[in-house]
């Protein structure tokens, strides 16, 4: 009995401990989405705002009908011709008279969208229902709307949460950064915001151009090498990779400056070439891939050679699809290192359009301010491939790390 | 057999007198190239003759011969955009005779050219490259404009005395001391309790593995957020409204004994509060890493050991003391040693967290330092010295470690 109850308490003390740490470890995780679907005044409240608006189906329903009002459900959008209804409920309607505008970016003379939208507000009962009607003949993407509520009318609420409230004298101020944003354009506001602040789709690009470059290129060279030191016997081969084993006692800091001089020589700094080709051969990947190509019996090979094979032959048919495992492995490491690398690119990128997203997510760090939503969202971008590719090649990533530790 | 070198020297001379070419186009090397040029096709010359006469003679091999002498006898006549053609003359002259070459020779030739290219990689962008970090840091602010001058070690001297190289050892000392122990002790724990044949593995282990794939430019976005002094979370959940994590510059033990009237200062003052906010997020970051490793460890050794000592009355604790422990030794040992090259490598976090190196430099990391030597200040020399010096540190404390850890480290076979 004793021995059950204790074996029990250790189970619970277990399940215990790794959830408490499970939540530490997936708290920043928590945290950075939340911020991401969060408005500018929800980040910024003292207390933390579990559960922003952005994620409350309730709002889902309203986004979407607001979407299809303006242009099309899921991204809404402002269409010529359209009229979009927002309906405020207040306590006592009768107490005074609201007042909206389609705000005007700050410093700009003259805004079409604010100029095109046509504004009416109808006193209905319980409350106001606000007209906006794009007269122009022009789509626009998004509909600001600033709402003025006299603070008489006492408590109110807007069938779509206004993004943030502020007391201006005898008066509150509702501020929506889009009245007609469909579901999506509601739920991935701040997504669609830095989007378009940054290049990041031209980011993307960069990234995944470099690192696809990089996984393909290395397992061509890693490969071709691994097989030469692990089943061809020719002279040198104990020295060429006694070479390589030293290569890996030096640290990368060491080639920064040296390879950037290289590259500025040969006039490659802010090209693919800098980005790409100083880290095509691996050593990482030739010990890895070497270690696979000695696993696979002799036997197979001296049959292929018997047989008339050609070493070129015996590597691609024979060594290669048997290394398959080895290849993956080697393939997520290089991506990562390529995609998750922000030094290398930081230093010999200049120009925007060079920018891997790391570099991009970087810069965009300094220039987003306090826009903590848009930072948020922009991190969440910039780490989904990765996390994405987690998902689908989980058990890769898993035995490639434990495969890099023992030797 | 002799000629068994004979493709092996051909192939090396070939790829050799492409690098030289290209190195002479972008101008990289400041030496006599005539003279280089010269010896090339001297050596070249009596290269090919000689492999003429051991190889089986063909009309092929002969013209690939041929293709291979004629480019190094035009030296730098020939234009660079040529400078594969002594290689293609290579493989010529083994197309030609490689149905009558034994084993042996093909071997070699075919071993050669699978290695070629990533040796040439090596040799261009890693073994070259290290020598001359040593080289341009013997120099008084080398530079792409003018005539720099040789000052031998000055610039270690004046690294020897650089208060912020001294700051950056300090930060990674600490850095060191906290993160390595920390990771690894967590990394057991949680790799023990996994190990226990738990429900839902695979879903911890995805929560806990999930930050070492995020990169840290974004991890640290988050945690910088996580740890702003108006709106952060963690001022919020610890009830310090308005502190500034990555923005104090004062030391965790000083902060910590100064109620008691102890003032430390300098070294002992401890890691900055802000140092210590990135290194909690970098043990959060590679803590995925290390349970990943450790767990591949636990199962590696064999369960017998745990049954017979269950047969002779042992508790959990002694079970984990007594076997566990030791036979992680190695993993340990390596994880240990990843941290501490680790260490001097932290950039990425400290660029994003604190772009300038904190307040009064109070963030700065070696590799930190190197970046803004070289890249903000252009002072190529100075920051090759820094490289050179952390390559020897990293060398010998890599060997240190291994000569005292070795002793205790309990090898399996």
Known sequence: MSTRLRRLLGRVFIYAVLTAGAVVMA????????????????????????????????????????????????????????????????????????????????????????????????????????????????????????????????????????????????????????????????????????????????????????????????????????????????????????????????????????????????????????????????????????????????????????????????????????????????????????????????????????????????????????????????????????????????????????????? | MVRTYAFPGLLALAVFYGLLQVGTQVQIFRAPMGAIFVLFALGGAALALWSWRLLPRTRTTSLGLALFTLPLLAGPLLPTTLAWLPLAGVFLAYAGCRARLPERDAAAFWGWVFVWPALALMLIWNIFPSFFALWISLFDRFNFIGESRFVGLLNYQILSRDPLFWRALANTFWYVVFTVPTGIVLGTVVAILLNERIRGLGFYRTVYFLPYITALTAAAAVWQWIYHPEFGFLNWLLGTPGFDWLHTPEGIFALALAPFGVELTGFWAGPSVAFTAIMIMTVWHFLGYNIVILLAGLQSIPSQYYEAAELDGAGWWQMQRHITWPLLSPTTFFLAIIGLIGAFQVFTQVYVMTPTGGVLNDTLTVAMYLYNKGFRDSDFSYASALAVTMFVIILALTLIQRRVLERRVTYEH
């Open chain 1, 27 to 407: 708290f920043p995780f928590y945290w950075m989405l939340a911020t991401s679907v969060k408005s500018p005044q929800e980040a910024q409240q003292a207390a933390p705002i579990w559960f922003p608006e952005r994620i409350q189906p309730a709002n889902w329903r309203t986004a979407w009908r607001l979407g299809a009002e303006g242009d099309r459900p899921w991204w809404g959008g402002f269409a010529p011709g359209r009229e979009v209804t927002l309906f405020i409920a207040v306590e006592n309607p009768a107490a005074g008279a609201p007042r909206a505008r389609v705000p005007k970016p700050p410093a700009v003379f003259s805004d079409p969208r604010s100029e095109a939208t046509r504004i009416r507000i109808e006193t209905r009962k319980g409350g106001w229902a606000v007209h906006l009607k794009n007269t122009s003949q022009q789509r626009f993407a998004t509909l600001p709307l600033v709402v003025w509520i006299p603070k008489e009318a006492g408590r109110f609420r807007a069938e779509l949460p206004p993004d943030a409230v502020r007391s201006q004298r005898g008066y509150w101020r509702l501020e929506w950064e889009n009245v007609a944003p469909g579901w999506f354009g509601y739920l991935f506001h701040n997504y669609r915001e830095a989007w378009h602040a940054a290049p990041f789709g031209r980011y993307f690009y960069v990234s995944f151009v470099t690192a696809g470059t990089q996984v393909l290129g290395g397992l061509l060279i890693a490969t071709m090498a691994a097989f030469a030191f692990a089943r061809i016997r020719f002279p040198g081969r104990e020295a060429v990779f006694l070479l390589f084993v030293a290569t890996m006692m030096i640290p990368g800091e060491v080639l920064l400056i040296p390879n950037y001089i290289l590259l500025a020589k040969l006039h490659w700094l802010d090209t693919f070439y800098a980005l790409i080709v100083p880290w095509l051969a691996s050593v990482f990947g030739i010990f890895l891939l070497r270690q696979f190509f000695l696993s696979l019996p002799q036997d197979l090979f001296d049959a292929a050679r018997i047989d008339g094979a050609s070493y070129w032959g015996m590597l691609w048919r024979i060594a290669f699809p048997l290394a398959v495992p080895g290849l993956i492995t080697y393939g997520i490491f290089a991506f990562l290192g390529a995609y998750n690398a922000l030094l290398w690119p930081l230093i010999v990128t200049q120009s925007p359009e060079m920018r891997t997203i790391q570099v991009g997510l970087q810069a965009f760090i300094g220039e987003a301010g306090s826009d903590y939503g848009q930072l948020m969202a922009a991190s969440t971008m910039a780490i989904l491939p990765i996390v994405l590719g987690y998902f689908f090649a989980q058990r890769h990533f898993i035995q490639g790390i434990a495969r890099s530790g023992i030797k």
